[in-house]
């Protein structure tokens, strides 16, 4: 027996006077209407209602039951209303898991814009190294996905890719030289992650490939912002994503350096655990991301820096 139908019927009873007139309501027949106020009365053991061929009357238990029911039946309607709006009202609150890098010089400049537009939605970003697959404790896992096909069992969007390219500040170049072939590099100070020893070039225009092995660079370091730091204070010349140098670039307090070689590039993908059952907060925050950063296969922050690399598809692209 459904016992939250059974109590809906039961009201309706009473509400209309008759089981017909409860019937016409839900378009149920009478027959139906009556077994199940009969299997109501069954499960609970007591009379709820005195039947007469003139009228229906409430028993004791009836009166006290009915009072109850009102009550359950409007903090199920509550409950299910909720539910509802959070499915189709973007409001409560969003986990996010991202790379610290993409939080700090992306999501943080684009978020004031996402508030604006939905107020009721809160952010809880965890941003603790990188992130390569779906994590199901949070609502929304933004990957970088380098070298690899897109694999695994959640629902993606690409957001852009990003290419990684060489740059240093102008006032270096100045005094050091503006390389115009990776060979010419090996002279100068580079900034690199740790465990890289070699770094492979490919030329867009010309099809040359150049793997660089440099000497001991002037700074190793697994930490994307200390490497842009140090660029940007002119430490050297430092291999970064484009989306960190975006700002730097459009305001030349960065310059790209080899703007015809290609190192490597990046995939990104703003990932769901599952499609079934998102809520509404979800679904406009991958909206906003895909809108905001194009969605497509290219890199929007070196085409907003004027920087785009000319030639084919960067290798490693996703």
Same mark, same amino acid.
């Given at each position: ?8 019927? %039961?009201?309706? &009873? ?18 139906? &209407?009556? =077994?199940? @106020? ?31 029911? =009102? ?19 973007? =409001?409560?609150?969003?986990? @996010?898991?991202?790379?610290?890098? %993409?939080?700090?010089? $992306? ?52 957001? !852009?890719?990003?290419? &990684? ?17 990776? =060979? ?59 989306? @960190?140098?975006?700002? !730097? ?7 790209? @350096? ?5 190192? %490597? ?22 909206? %906003? ?20 690399? &000319?030639?084919? $598809? ?5």
């Amino acid at each position: 027996m459904d016992r939250l139908h059974s109590m809906r019927v %039961f009201t309706r &009873v009473i509400d209309n006077g008759s089981f017909a007139g409860a019937a016409r309501e839900l378009n149920l027949s009478p027959a139906v &209407v009556t =077994r199940l @106020v009969a299997d109501l009365e069954e499960h609970l053991g007591a009379r709820l209602i005195n039947r007469t061929t003139r009228r229906l009357s409430l028993t004791d238990i009836g009166e006290v039951y009915l009072e109850r029911v =009102r009550s359950i039946l409007a903090e199920v309607d509550d409950a299910e209303a909720l539910a509802s709006t959070a499915a189709t009202e973007p =409001r409560g609150h969003l986990r @996010v898991l991202s790379t610290p890098a %993409f939080a700090a010089h $992306q999501l943080a400049k684009h978020l004031p814009r996402f508030h604006a537009l939905y107020p009721k939605v809160t952010i809880e970003l965890s941003a603790p190294g990188p992130v390569e697959t779906v994590d199901e404790s949070f609502d929304v896992s933004l990957l970088t996905v380098t070298g690899r096909p897109l694999d695994g069992d959640f629902v993606a969007r690409r957001l !852009a890719t990003s290419e &990684v390219i060489v740059c240093a500040a102008p006032e270096y170049l100045d005094r050091c030289g503006r390389p115009r072939h990776p =060979r010419e590099l090996s002279g100068l100070d580079a900034m690199m992650p740790n465990s890289m020893r070699e770094v492979p070039f490919e030329s867009g225009p010309a099809g040359e490939s150049w793997t660089l092995v440099p000497s001991r660079p002037v700074l190793a370091t697994t930490h994307i912002d200390t490497m842009y730091a140090a660029a940007l204070h002119g430490l050297g010349i430092a291999g970064l994503p484009s989306f @960190v140098v975006e700002d !730097a670039l459009r305001e030349h307090a960065l310059e790209r @350096v080899l703007p015809e070689w290609r190192l %490597f590039s990046a995939g990104l993908y703003a990932a769901l655990p599952t499609r079934k059952h998102v809520p509404a907060r979800t679904r406009v925050f991958v909206d %906003f991301l895909v809108e905001t950063f194009g969605g497509e296969d290219r890199d929007p922050w070196l085409v907003s820096a004027g920087c785009e690399t &000319v030639g084919s $598809q960067p290798s490693g692209a996703q």
